[in-house]
């Protein structure tokens, strides 16, 4: 069974960056289907960014759209969330999610679609 870790959150100051990655274990991250989702205490989880398994097609929010970058190394087996001019809107939960890759990331991220959670990690964005 495949198992995701995050890690590189933390507190950042409003404009600030910060990068997450997700280590996959227990299966090669390759055929995947990768993104990460946020989620803030009383409201529903929803989607940041997806990607692909071979790294070329992505989605975003639009909230995060020209801010933030997903990417991704298969050798390392770990999936990368550049956050860039963060605001406090950006504070939340980040998971990192993976499913088969025959979900495209429209479908994982507009639907939803995951087969493994990453327990998750915090990021908050605060002056």
């Known amino acids: 069974q495949l198992q995701l870790v995050e890690s590189g959150g933390g507190l950042v100051q409003p404009g600030g960056s910060l990068r997450l990655s997700c280590l996959a274990s227990?299966?090669?991250?390759?055929?995947?289907?990768t993104g990460w989702f946020r989620q803030v205490p009383g409201q529903e989880r929803e989607a940041v960014s997806c990607?692909?398994?071979?790294?070329?097609?992505?989605n975003y929010a639009d909230s995060v759209k020209g801010r933030f970058t997903v990417s991704r190394d298969n050798a390392k087996n770990t999936v990368y969330l550049q956050m860039n001019s963060l605001n406090p809107e950006d504070t939340a939960v980040y998971y990192c999610?993976?499913?088969?890759?025959?979900?495209?990331?429209?479908?994982?991220?507009?639907?939803?679609?995951?087969?493994?959670w990453g327990p998750g990690i915090q990021v908050t964005v605060s002056s």
């Open positions: 999610a993976a499913e088969t890759l025959r979900t495209t990331p429209q479908d994982m991220c507009e639907k939803l679609r995951v087969l493994y």
């Open positions: 227990g299966g090669t991250l390759d055929r995947y289907t």
């Open positions: 990607i692909s398994s071979g790294g070329r097609v992505t």
